[in-house]
Nanobody, 128 residues
Framework: QGQLAESGGGSVQDGGSLTLSCAGSGYSGNCIGWFRQAPGKERDGIAAIYILSGKTTYADSVKGRFNISRDNAKNTVYLQMNSLKPVDSAIYYC???????????????????????WGQGTQVTVSS
């Protein structure tokens, strides 16, 4: 209970694809976000989804290449990553947040501060 667990990370060559999964149980939150952090870099939000409606948002760096989706019956959120580049190499985290701004009609947040329940991360390595 009260867990988020990422899976699906691994190594892929430049231009390849991976799909990450975030399986949740016992968490409180209206949105699930995907974040990534490479050594020496800030943790950046890359995609998020409002669970009930399926509304999504993407960072410009991944828009058109990554797709976030959910299967509510399985309590799982997916991140399909296509056309991967070496700069995408990072530890990827999923996180749950209240998404209050979205409930109030605003955008889905992609800032770490808006998420308070985090998974352990999964490594993605893209080789050139």
């Amino acid at each position: 209970q009260g867990q988020l667990a990422e899976s699906g990370g691994g190594s892929v060559q430049d231009g390849g694809s991976l799909t990450l999964s975030c399986a949740g149980s016992g968490y409180s939150g209206n949105c699930i976000g995907w974040f990534r952090q490479a050594p020496g870099k800030e943790r950046d939000g890359i995609a998020a989804i409002y669970i009930l409606s399926g509304k999504t948002t993407y960072a410009d760096s991944v828009k058109g290449r990554f797709n976030i989706s959910r299967d509510n019956a399985k309590n799982t959120v997916y991140l399909q990553m296509n056309s991967l580049k070496p700069v995408d190499s990072a530890i990827y985290y999923c996180a749950a947040g209240g998404c209050l701004s979205t409930i109030l009609g605003g955008p889905i947040p992609l800032t770490s501060e808006d998420y308070n329940f985090w998974g352990q991360g999964t490594q993605v390595t893209v080789s050139s």
